[in-house]
């Protein structure tokens, strides 16, 4: 049996509809983070495929 394959997806905080499409397909919520470059903050979450 091979293992599961995950992947991170991520959106921003104030993108409900983007939000709802990532749980709704299964995205679990790992952490927020905020990405200097851009100098947002991004909510991130696994889907497991």
């Not at 993108?15 to 983007?18: F, K």
């Given at each position: 049996m091979r293992p599961a394959t995950?992947?991170?997806?991520?959106c921003e905080p104030d993108?409900?509809?983007?939000r709802r499409?990532?749980?709704a397909?299964?995205?679990v919520y790992?952490?927020?983070v905020?990405?200097?470059g851009e100098d947002i903050d991004l909510e991130r979450y696994w889907i497991t495929l």
């Open positions: 995950k992947v991170l997806i991520a993108n409900p509809a983007s499409t990532i749980l397909n299964g995205g790992e952490r927020t905020h990405e200097p």
